[in-house]
Nanobody
Framework: QVQLVESGGGLVQAGGSLRLSCTNS????????MGWFRQAPGKERDAVAA????????VYADSVKGRFTISRDNAKNTVYLQMNSLKPEDTAVYYC????????????????WGQGTQVTVSS
């Protein structure tokens, strides 16, 4: 059973950087495509980025292109989200998720979810 645990969230000033990590403690990590999503208070959950099983291909939401980078280390069962040039509108709870399906930014295609980590960007 896939179990995902996020870490690395926190409070950062606008323009700063954070790196989120998501570690899987069950299942075969390399069998899953991974995604990052976020949800701000009072808003729907939005896609951020997704990465293929081998880490070669990735897709990004337009709002984070050029600022965020998704990567993975299958030997460490971990997916990362490097976030640079953070803006106050990036403030949200960030979730990682795993899917057996294709590379996608559609949250409904993901099978397993972590509990989330809070990212707060101050202006």
């Amino acid at each position: 059973q896939v179990q995902l645990v996020e870490s690395g969230g926190g409070l950062v000033q606008a323009g700063g950087s954070l790196r989120l990590s998501c570690t899987n403690s069950g299942g075969t990590f390399g069998n899953y495509r991974m995604g990052w999503f976020r949800q701000a208070p009072g808003k729907e959950r939005d896609a951020v980025a997704a990465i293929s099983r081998g880490g070669v291909n990735s897709v990004y939401a337009d709002s984070v292109k050029g600022r965020f980078t998704i990567s993975r280390d299958n030997a460490k069962n971990t997916v990362y989200l490097q976030m640079n040039s953070l803006k106050p509108e990036d403030t949200a709870v960030y979730y990682c998720a795993a899917t057996r399906g294709g590379l996608s930014l559609d949250a409904y295609t993901y099978d397993y979810w972590g509990q989330g980590t809070q990212v707060t960007v101050s202006s």
